[in-house]
């Protein structure tokens, strides 16, 4: 039973929030730093409270750093526990790191020869699983990211450039220059477009403490913008997630996207 619920959220990490009324997330131990060779740890799980680690923790397989340079940094000392994965990254740079978690799903089925066939894996396996002649061919596909962003030193942007696949967030506000009673402005994009008309959840951490999760609700505008303003300093997790279609497979039937960013909020 746990090694199916790892398996979804490694997998199809867009259905997590909405079918397991779970969270998933990066908690970075701090998100700007200084220094010659700082070190942050990152906490990396699904739970029913934000950000403690009380359910299942979220699979390193897709794990992912970039370095203010553009390329991929290894990131260090990966473990995964009961409730929680960890790891740390070594920020020699200075500039800014966008650290994530990217899963792609695919799922098949098909008829071959009166038999209903099914199949489960990745984009990159996907090639010539289905064979000539199969009928009622149903494809979907998912793309999931969970991503946070830390600093060492002052702020920079090429870390934080589209890679045109999901969903992503562009920053108009820096994600590691936000301040209490300030509005932050982001931009989403869907492969790489500006996305309108998507609706995007924020909550503040520490909702173990709350009678309540007091979540906002903000949609994109036609240049697919959102802006919020920050009621106070902490943690905030903001969550998105889009249906639509894939027509670069034959038969792609649905695409499931999502997106997950922890952003840090500092006191004036």
Same mark, same amino acid.
């Given at each position: 039973m746990i090694r199916t619920a790892l398996f979804c959220v490694a997998s199809f990490v867009a259905l997590s929030s909405t079918c397991f009324a779970h969270k998933v997330w990066l908690r970075p131990s701090q998100t700007s730093l200084s220094g010659s060779e700082p070190w942050v740890t990152v906490?990396? $799980?699904?739970?029913?409270?934000?950000?403690? &680690?009380?359910h299942f923790p979220l699979g390193?397989?897709?794990?992912?750093?970039?370095?203010?340079? =553009? !390329?991929?940094?290894?990131?260090?000392?990966?473990? +995964? =526990?009961?409730?929680?994965?960890? #790891?740390? +990254?070594a920020l020699e740079e200075q500039g800014t790191y966008r650290i994530a978690v990217l899963n792609k799903g695919m799922f $098949?089925?098909?008829?071959?020869? =009166?038999?209903? !066939?099914?199949?489960?894996?990745?984009?990159?396996? &996907?090639?010539?699983?289905?064979?000539?002649?199969?009928t009622n061919v149903s494809i979907s596909e998912s793309i999931g990211r969970?991503?946070? &962003?830390?600093?060492?030193? $002052?702020?920079?942007?090429?870390? *934080?450039?589209?890679? =045109?696949?999901g969903i992503e967030l562009a920053p108009v506000s820096h994600p590691n220059d936000l301040y209490a009673g300030e509005?932050?402005? #982001?931009?989403? *994009?869907?492969?790489?477009?500006?996305?309108?008309?998507?609706?995007?959840?924020?909550?503040?951490?520490?909702?173990?403490?709350?009678?309540?999760?007091?979540?906002?609700?903000?949609?994109?505008?036609?240049?697919? !913008? #959102?802006?919020? !303003?920050w009621p106070e300093a902490g943690m905030y997790w903001l969550s998105t997630s889009k249906n639509d279609t894939d027509t670069s497979i034959p038969n792609a039937t649905q695409r499931r996207l999502s997106y997950t960013a922890t952003l840090e909020v500092l006191p004036q």
């Open positions: 906490d990396a $799980a699904v739970s029913n409270d934000l950000f403690y &680690f009380n390193l397989d897709g794990l992912v750093v970039i370095g203010p340079e =553009g !390329k991929e940094v290894a990131a260090q000392n990966e473990s +995964v =526990g009961k409730y929680r994965s960890v #790891f740390d +990254v $098949a089925s098909w008829e071959e020869g =009166g038999e209903r !066939k099914r199949w489960r894996g990745t984009p990159a396996t &996907f090639d010539g699983v289905i064979p000539e002649g199969a969970v991503e946070t &962003f830390v600093t060492n030193g $002052a702020p920079t942007g090429t870390a *934080l450039e589209s890679t =045109g696949e509005e932050g402005t #982001f931009q989403l *994009l869907v492969n790489g477009k500006p996305a309108p008309e998507m609706e995007i959840e924020i909550i503040q951490g520490g909702t173990r403490y709350r009678n309540a999760q007091d979540s906002a609700r903000v949609k994109t505008d036609d240049e697919g !913008k #959102f802006s919020y !303003k």
